[in-house]
T-cell receptor
Framework: AQKVTQAQTEISVVEKEDVTLDCVYE???????LFWYKQPPSGELVFLIR??????QNEISGRYSWNFQKSTSSFNFTITASQVVDSAVYFC???????????????FGTGTLLAVQP | EAGVAQSPRYKIIEKRQSVAFWCNPI?????LYWYQQILGQGPKLLIQ????????DSQLPKDRFSAERLKGVDSTLKIQPAKLEDSAVYLC?????????????FGPGTRLTVL
């Protein structure tokens, strides 16, 4: 069965601090995709990044970076120099390839509430 | 490009009443999803449509929940009769296809409170 674990329920940091959100996943699929979504107080889920299981290259986008390690089944998300606008709930999610019977539905973790204090 | 539209944004009903939610996906997106997000949890898929056919409804409580997408565009999700535990945010999402690599775009959600 597929599962996503976000052990950090809440994190509070002061503006300009760096913060890492952890994500650990379980799957038996050989092809799968990992996602991060942001859910601000307005409630709408905003897509941040997608990674496929064959691409372990780390990615950086501005202040955001992602570290994908298949050996530890982790897909961690780091925000550098955090800002108040980063305050939100962040969800890690997993989907199968949708091939050969593997499900392609998104399995979400329970989310991490990030509070950035000014 | 217009995003996923949902209505109403908020709904308060008494238990045992019925309620319906509406979703209009992004133009050209063949796949539509309904998720239930209970407070403090991640979204959980209720049903997935590919055009007007159901792909996955394994987690839909079919004794009280129903959904349709008759013309392969708009969709409605209905609860009849509602229970207290149905209080949640109902999110609609759409994507171009069904492959797992497809990014899902989410609407603002409908917050349902059952009293």
């Amino acid at each position: 069965a597929q599962k996503v674990t976000q052990a950090q329920t809440e994190i509070s940091v002061v503006e300009k601090e760096d913060v890492t959100l952890d994500c650990v996943y379980e799957t038996r699929d050989t092809t799968y995709y990992l996602f991060w979504y942001k859910q601000p107080p307005s409630g709408e889920l905003v897509f941040l990044i997608r990674r496929n299981s064959f691409d372990e290259q780390n990615e950086i986008s501005g202040r955001y970076s992602w570290n994908f390690q298949k050996s530890t089944s982790s897909f961690n998300f780091t925000i550098t120099a955090s800002q108040v606008v980063d305050s939100a709930v962040y969800f890690c999610a997993l989907s199968g390839g949708g091939y050969g019977g593997a499900t392609n539905k998104l399995i979400f973790g329970t989310g991490t509430l990030l509070a950035v204090q000014p | 490009e217009a995003g996923v539209a949902q209505s109403p944004r908020y709904k308060i009903i008494e238990k045992r009443q019925s309620v319906a939610f509406w979703c209009n996906p992004i133009s050209g997106h063949a796949t539509l999803y309904w998720y239930q997000q209970i407070l403090g949890q991640g979204p959980k898929l209720l049903i997935q449509f590919q055009n007007n056919g159901v792909v996955d409804d394994s987690q839909l409580p079919k004794d009280r929940f129903s959904a349709e997408r008759l013309k392969g565009v708009d969709s409605t999700l209905k609860i009849q009769p509602a229970k207290l535990e149905d209080s949640a945010v109902y999110l609609c999402a759409s994507s171009r296809g069904t492959g797992g690599y497809n990014e899902q775009f989410f609407g603002p959600g409908t917050r349902l409170t059952v009293l």
